[in-house]
């Protein structure tokens, strides 16, 4: 599953996943954002695990904050670096969100979002007690995945990136209950609320939880200070 998104849904595919977006796709993808948005202060530094072709980078390097990018495609963080390529405070690297290169508390904010936390397919827990190392004492690592709300809308959107080719046909019996599967061996699934705080209480760190316009669920994780 992890070469899906080093290669099949790399780069130029990637993008197309997105602009093919139905509507109401669009309008979660931009409420995802201004989200982010909301929860990071001017000059912070920030890191996207995940960054694919920089498209939410973009959106973040809007405040003179230092930004860092990591993807596991080189062909994402080539275009990435072609998207972004007048983005003075944006560094961008090939790296496995579960062995960063960076040292603790190296960040304010490290974000996950796109239900990255599914997508990337490893164990949730060590990859929020990395994210958590490289945060400062008092920062926050803030993981998203799809409300429950939002299914016949994502659905829809899936079925759309199938129809391009971006994706296997969706296997329609084993698909349901918030997990979607192709009949290419893509399987997408879902974080919850309740996984979200089980995942917390695994790692020792509650998260805070907030539903955002009926199609995203935030998780923050609040590093301690101590």
């Known amino acids: 599953m992890a070469g899906y998104y080093d290669e099949k849904l790399a780069a130029e595919r990637l993008k197309k996943c997105y602009a093919i977006a139905p509507p109401a796709a ?11 948005l909301s929860r990071i202060g001017r000059g912070e530094r920030v890191l996207e695990l995940g960054c694919g072709y920089g498209r939410v980078l973009a959106r973040l390097a809007n405040g003179r904050r230092e930004i860092f990018g990591i993807d596991t495609s080189l062909a994402s963080v080539r275009l ?13 690297a090939v790296m496995n969100a579960l062995r960063l290169g960076f040292p603790p ?13 599914s997508a990337f397919h490893v164990d ?7 994210a958590l190392r490289v945060t400062r004492p008092g920062g926050s690592a803030l993981f998203s995945s799809y409300a429950e ?17 971006l994706l296997g046909e969706i296997d329609r019996e084993a698909t349901g209950g918030g997990v979607i599967v192709c009949k290419d061996g893509f399987r997408a699934t879902t974080f919850r609320p309740r996984d979200f705080e089980r995942l917390g209480r695994a790692a020792g760190v509650a998260p805070c939880i907030a539903e955002m316009d ?12 101590a």
Do not use: K, M
Request: glycine share 6%; aromatic share 12%; hydrophobic share 45%.
């Open 149 to 165: 709300r939002f299914w016949d809308a994502r659905l829809a959107w899936f079925e759309a990136q199938a129809a391009h080719g």
């Open 26 to 36: 669009r309008v979660y993808l931009e409420a995802e954002i201004i989200f982010v």
């Open 124 to 130: 949730p827990e060590p990859l929020l007690r990395e």
């Open 80 to 92: 990435a670096r072609e998207e972004l390529r007048g983005a003075r405070h944006v560094r961008l």
């Open 214 to 225: 009926g199609s995203s669920v935030f998780a923050e994780f609040t590093r301690p200070d």
């Open 105 to 117: 508390g190296a960040f304010d904010r490290v974000i996950c979002i796109q239900n990255g936390i």
